[in-house]
Nanobody, 118 residues
Framework: QVQLVESGGGLVQAGGSLRLSCAAS????????MGWYRQQPGKQRELVAI???????NYADSVKGRFAISRDNAKNTVVLQMNSLKPEDTAVYYC????????????WGQGTQVTVSS
């Protein structure tokens, strides 16, 4: 199985930046996609950004031009660089990995709080 550990959340003023990191541990797996989702109180979890093993990126419209996702396949890590943060970006951010270990599995991190003050 794959375990995901996130770091980098916190409190920042509007217009500021934060960098979220996620590391996958385990053995014998191949990670196809890594991504970040977020969940605001009373709302469903939503996709923020996702990146394939080949480097193809997709972003939610609300973060395009402000957030950037990157990954290191050799280290099984993914980073979300968040710039020009807005109060509406406040949420719990979750790392996600879609990986192959005999079949396709879905793994989630524990979540990290991002709070943007106005």
């Amino acid at each position: 199985q794959v375990q995901l550990v996130e770091s980098g959340g916190g409190l920042v003023q509007a217009g500021g930046s934060l960098r979220l990191s996620c590391a996958a541990s385990g053995s014998g797996f191949r990670i196809d996609f890594m991504g970040w989702y977020r969940q605001q109180p009373g709302k469903q979890r939503e996709l923020v950004a996702i990146i394939s093993s080949g480097g193809s990126e997709n972003y939610a419209d609300s973060v395009k031009g402000r957030f950037a996702i990157s990954r290191d396949n050799a280290k099984n890590t993914v980073v979300l660089q968040m710039n020009s943060l807005k109060p509406e970006d406040t949420a719990v951010y979750y790392c996600n990995a879609v990986f192959w270990l005999g079949r396709t599995y879905n793994a989630w991190g524990q979540g990290t709080q991002v709070t943007v003050s106005s």
